[in-house]
């Protein structure tokens, strides 16, 4: 079993920065896929980017690729996305997910889940 803990969501402007924080307990997280997802109301769950733990490589929506960042501390197994140049579009409960397996965009992949944290981005 893994548990994830979400933090660091709030309301913020456009063009402002926010890091999202996501504690990993329960057991190592070597080989696992570590994922960001993101829902607005009304929509769908939409992958925002993932990381292998223990493997250098990250991989991103094309929707945030250049603006949004990926990293990890594996001494706290936090997982952490850094979101720069912030959109109203961005507005959204912000997630992160597990999988023992190696996947990517698909959230059904994905086995494990935090409560999420809402992030607000005001125009």
């Known amino acids: 079993q893994v548990q994830l803990v979400e933090s660091g969501g709030g309301l913020v402007q456009a063009g402002d920065s926010l890091r999202l924080s996501c504690a990993a307990s329960g057991r190592t997280l070597n080989g696992y896929t570590l994922g960001w997802f993101r829902q607005a109301p009304g929509k769908e769950r939409e992958f925002v980017g993932r990381?292998?733990?223990?493997?250098?490589?990250?991989y991103y929506a094309d929707s945030v690729k250049g603006r949004f960042i990926i990293s990890r501390d594996n001494a706290k197994n936090t997982l952490y996305l850094q979101m720069n140049s912030l959109k109203p579009e961005d507005t959204a409960v912000y997630y992160c997910?597990?999988?023992?397996?190696?996947?990517?965009?698909?959230?059904?992949?994905?086995?494990?889940w935090g409560q999420g944290t809402q992030v607000t981005v005001s125009s």
């Open positions: 997910a597990a999988s023992r397996s190696i996947t990517s965009v698909s959230a059904s992949s994905y086995d494990y």
């Open positions: 990381i292998i733990w223990g493997i250098v490589g990250t």
